[in-house]
């Protein structure tokens, strides 16, 4: 069943993607992938597909680049422990502050108390 968000993201005409949009706004962090020298920063996304995801920067970043992402996710595993979810893709639409990320590969990870990540699920005592 399609939420009246994502059934108003899907009907509007001026949209060019495939895939079903659904409002999610969530804080995430970026950073390019090769090039030698590792920038990045931090966001906000805007909506996320299946395979593609629209997000807010303070500066703007380029199309056409390799990029990661961090998106801090809504739920928990457990109840207790926090889910990130990794996004590896290309920049594919630059709009000033908002970019438009097609996914490469995808992952959920758990975020220990310590910052670090571990996919989802994989035994960890530290957590």
Same mark, same amino acid.
């Given at each position: 069943?399609k939420t009246?968000?994502a059934?108003?993201?899907?009907?509007?005409?001026?949209?060019?993607r495939a895939?079903i949009?659904?409002?999610?706004a969530?804080?995430m962090?970026?950073?390019?992938v *090769?090039g030698g020298? $590792?920038r990045?920063?931090n966001?906000?996304?805007?909506?996320?597909?299946s395979?593609?995801v629209?997000?807010? #920067?303070d500066?703007?970043?380029?199309a056409g680049v390799l990029?990661?992402?961090?998106?801090?996710?809504p739920?928990?595993l457990n109840?207790?422990?926090?889910?990130v979810?990794h996004?590896?893709g290309r920049?594919?639409r630059?709009d *000033?502050?908002l970019? $438009?990320v097609?996914f490469g590969?995808?992952e959920?990870?758990t975020?220990?108390?310590?910052?670090t990540?571990? #996919?989802?699920?994989?035994?960890?005592?530290?957590?």
């Amino acid at each position: 069943m399609k939420t009246a968000a994502a059934v108003a993201v899907a009907a509007d005409p001026s949209q060019r993607r495939a895939k079903i949009r659904y409002p999610l706004a969530m804080n995430m962090e970026y950073q390019f992938v *090769g090039g030698g020298n $590792a920038r990045g920063g931090n966001g906000r996304s805007l909506n996320m597909s299946s395979c593609g995801v629209l997000f807010k #920067t303070d500066v703007a970043v380029p199309a056409g680049v390799l990029i990661v992402l961090r998106i801090v996710w809504p739920a928990t595993l457990n109840q207790d422990v926090e889910l990130v979810l990794h996004i590896s893709g290309r920049t594919v639409r630059s709009d *000033g502050n908002l970019t $438009a990320v097609v996914f490469g590969r995808h992952e959920f990870r758990t975020r220990a108390v310590s910052g670090t990540y571990t #996919t989802a699920g994989a035994a960890n005592p530290e957590i």
